[in-house]
């Protein structure tokens, strides 16, 4: 059992599959909505009530839900103006009453005019209001489609892509390389060339600060082109897949005998609750993807030592060896790989154990971690990305009095921290988990950093700043938080402390741009600021996810 982690099957970090951005100590899945049974499969009477899911009430700021509403509106809206100008009834028909609606599982096709920050297509079907959500889509298609449940008074339907009927410029399905691309539910963009993902990107950045910052257009600077991952395949460094329990299982039976043969292994189907068999990942490191060779063997011969669902762990771990030893010269071991890096060879190999300490380089600097715990999953990237924060973490402007201190707020096992250790005079990380900080303070000596240069406290964040003596006007606070934000009494402990300068990385844009509105504003006690610079970076490509860094300076009043 060393190897999985017995629980019932689902997504580790991720919506659904292993593709998307990570979340930071919490589960981000966004599972759909339950079918309806064989019983119901013509559908309800078209004057019956749907009822709204659990999630559909309980809408949470930044929400997939909220984002796709946003959307969703933004649509309709530029359409009515569009339609306006042009006095073009047809586009300004009244939405369809849910009654009118088409019942679930019926077949049609609609055209595809926007994408949502989801990443899936908005479309419409001529004459009508109506938006149906389909994935794998981008704008200008013409898709087959099958409905499969309508938000009541929402305006919306949810459907699955069926075919292309007419294909979009933008579309070349020749670019796909992963045979189960629309019908995994981890990638979105196969279809799309890498400059337009990255420019698909760039307007969810946009889009998320013009619907959650809740600031005048004039506050918010030009979004910068998304800077793009050296890799757009082979750059996953962790993967989840799972299996569900055997048949009966979920509905709360004994498991009884178990299994009758080796379960699929693999990722959500997109739109449903039933784990597809994947035997390669295409956007999985080559490390990774031995792992999972060698996992799926096993699974053949232990199968029947399970009698539930469970996910398996594939993490990639480097060892480091100098070109000219014996090591490096070695034969490589079954699941292995090598390759070299200035006068070094890296063996690669794939760890299984979440309790494992695996170890990976950024550049010169190492980095240890528990197997299990979070850590930026695209290690192509992360060279350019801190690079980034380290040349722009400081104001280019020289002020009287320089900034000598950083605070690393959710600081984990001490990327930034580290990263930035040279450029500042002593540094402070802090982190709820205190295994996080103890990975944080071996990191910090792996890289010949003392308590001279850098310390590390486990603590809430919310109480971040009664641990730190520096003044404030030679402080710059690095945000790093998990998928939620930042919560309010620590945006206002940030206010009322007011460094001069924040830079906040964030892998869900629209929650960052919440909390960078809260900053600009500046409302009540404390101090407000301004934004500098917005860009996105692509940690997930294939994917509908960006992750985003804001930078802001304090307003001198």
Do not use: W
């Not at 946003?70 to 073009?88: G, M, N, P, Q, V």
């Not at 201190?405 to 990327?415: C, R």
């Not at 007011?498 to 830079?503: K, N, S, T």
């Amino acid at each position: 059992m060393s190897s999985v982690a017995a629980a019932a099957a689902a997504p580790a970090e991720v919506p659904a599959a292993p593709h998307s951005a990570p979340a930071k100590g919490t589960s981000h899945s966004s599972r759909p909505a339950k079918r309806p049974n064989n019983a119901n499969r013509n559908g309800p009477s078209r004057k019956a009530k749907q009822q709204r899911t659990k999630r559909e009430r309980n809408i949470t700021e930044g929400s997939t839900e909220e984002v796709l509403r946003c959307d969703i509106d933004a649509l309709l809206k530029s359409r009515r103006a569009a339609a306006s100008e042009d006095d073009d009834a047809a586009a300004t028909a009244p939405a369809a009453d849910d009654a009118d609606l088409p019942a679930p599982f019926t077949e049609m096709d609609v055209d595809i005019h926007e994408l949502s920050s989801t990443g899936d297509g908005l479309g419409m079907v001529a004459g009508s209001e109506h938006v149906y959500v389909v994935p794998f889509t981008v704008p200008g298609d013409t898709a087959r489609v099958r409905v499969i449940r309508h938000v009541p008074g929402e305006g919306h339907s949810h459907a699955d892509f069926v075919a292309t009927v007419t294909p979009s410029p933008l579309r070349d399905d020749a670019r796909v390389r992963c045979p189960y691309f629309a019908r995994c539910g981890g990638c979105q963009f196969q279809m799309l060339d890498y400059a337009e993902q990255l420019r698909r990107k760039r307007r969810i950045l946009v889009k998320a600060y013009a619907h959650f910052a809740n600031l005048a257009p004039a506050l918010i600077p030009p979004v910068g082109d998304t800077i793009g991952s050296p890799l757009q395949y082979g750059y996953r460094t962790k993967l989840t897949p799972h299996f569900d329990g055997p048949p009966g299982f979920r509905r709360g039976k004994t498991p009884g005998a178990g299994f009758a043969a080796c379960p699929d292994i693999g990722f959500m189907q997109k739109g449903r609750r039933k784990v597809l068999d994947i035997e390669d990942c295409p956007i999985g490191t080559e490390a990774v993807g031995a792992g999972n060779t060698r996992e799926r063997k096993r699974m053949q011969d232990e199968y029947t030592n399970y009698k539930r669902g469970a996910t398996l762990l594939l993490r990639e771990n480097t060892t480091r060896h100098p070109k000219d030893s014996e090591a490096a010269k070695a034969e490589l071991a079954p699941y292995t790989v090598r390759s070299e890096s200035g006068d070094f060879v890296d063996i690669k190999s794939c760890e299984t154990d979440s309790k494992a300490t695996t170890t990976e380089y950024i550049g010169d600097y190492i980095f240890t971690n528990p197997a299990g715990s979070f850590f930026q999953n695209n290690n192509s990237i992360l060279p350019v990305f801190t690079s980034y924060v380290r040349d722009r973490i400081l104001p280019r402007a020289t002020a009287a009095s320089p900034i000598k201190y950083l605070i690393d707020a959710y600081s984990g096992s001490g990327l930034f921290t580290i990263t930035l250790s040279s450029v500042f005079q002593h540094s402070t990380g802090i982190d709820i988990a205190g295994a996080s900080i103890e990975y944080a303070r071996r990191n910090a000596a792996l890289n010949g950093l003392g308590e001279d240069r850098c310390r590390f406290i486990a603590a809430d964040a919310g109480e971040l700043f009664c641990s730190v003596t520096y003044d404030a006007d030679e402080t710059v606070v690095v945000l790093d938080p998990p998928r939620k934000g930042c919560d309010a009494s620590f945006l206002a402990q940030l206010r009322r402390f007011g460094p001069r300068r924040v830079l906040y990385v964030s892998c869900n844009v629209h929650t960052q741009a919440r909390d960078v509105g809260v900053l600009v504003r500046g409302e009540g006690d404390g101090r407000r600021y301004a934004i500098e610079s917005l860009v996105g970076f692509d940690f997930f490509p294939q994917t509908g996810h960006v992750e985003g860094v804001a930078i802001l300076n304090r307003v001198e009043e």
